[in-house]
């Protein structure tokens, strides 16, 4: 059964135009984290909300937000998507964000991939 | 700033070789140390992980990896490989206390040829 689910896998969008994605979990964690990977690059923590409370990557650019209605869902909106935003976007989950090896194991989603037009 | 450094960025080998691919990372603190595959088409999953103890530590489908704190390295082995291995492996490190959250290296892909 699938514990982490974004949606779209596939997304398409024109340059400046906004896009939101999405995460879904059925795990209950306290923590959603949003990584951009591109080809050939580690994926790069974009930001993370540990329950409610959001913190931004001090590199992350104004472009990108994010919004956690509730436990389950967590969303990446683009505001103006340029050319080189197009990169896979990754969600994760982990019960917590310090601690053990246990706490901070992250469980990933399939990925959406953004490419922009 | 932290970092994870893989060494290898493509590996090729036969089935039934050993493998050994490095990871070394730069922080000085206590750490998490991860190993994640991602097989063609799926998630990156979670492959092994230490937290402390034996530095030895064995994971999934007969991967192991071994903590060296005066190397900074956690690399991962595999005695035998086999060509359901064939895979991009990721090594990740994080802070115990929180200072940075899970950093990634920039992948290795393995294939394995039958």
């Known amino acids: 059964d699938a514990m982490v689910i974004q949606n779209p896998r596939y997304q398409v969008t024109q340059f400046g135009k906004p896009v939101t994605l999405s995460c879904s979990q059925t795990?209950?964690?306290?923590?959603m984290y949003w990584y951009q990977q591109k080809s050939s690059q580690a994926p790069k923590l974009l930001f993370h909300?540990?329950?409610?409370?959001?913190?931004n990557e001090a590199d992350t650019p104004d472009n990108f937000q994010s919004r956690r209605p509730n436990t389950s869902f967590c969303f990446l909106d683009i505001r103006s998507p340029g050319l080189g935003d197009a990169a896979m976007y990754l969600c994760?989950?982990?019960?917590?964000?310090?601690?053990?090896?246990?706490?901070?194991?992250?469980?990933f989603g399939q990925g959406t991939r953004l490419t922009v037009v | 700033a932290q970092s994870v450094s893989q060494h290898n960025h493509h590996v090729i080998l036969s089935e039934a070789a050993s493998l050994e691919l490095g990871c070394n990372y730069s922080?000085?603190?206590?750490?998490?140390l991860f190993w994640y595959v991602q097989y063609p088409g799926q998630h990156l999953q979670l492959l092994l992980k230490?937290?402390?103890?034996?530095?030895l530590v064995k994971g999934i489908k007969g991967f192991e990896a071994e903590f060296i704190k005066s190397k900074f390295s956690f690399n991962l082995r595999k005695p035998s490989v086999q060509w359901s291995d064939t895979a991009e492996y990721f090594c990740?490190?994080?802070?115990?206390?929180?200072?940075?959250?899970?950093?990634f290296g920039a992948g290795t892909r393995l294939f394995v040829k039958a």
């Open positions: 230490y937290f402390s103890g034996d530095p």
């Open positions: 922080y000085g603190g206590t750490v998490n």
């Open positions: 994760a989950t982990s019960r917590d964000h310090t601690g053990t090896a246990e706490n901070t194991e992250a469980f």
């Open positions: 909300y540990y329950d409610k409370d959001f913190n």
């Open positions: 795990l209950n964690h306290n923590v």
């Open positions: 990740a490190v994080n802070d115990r206390t929180g200072g940075f959250k899970t950093i």
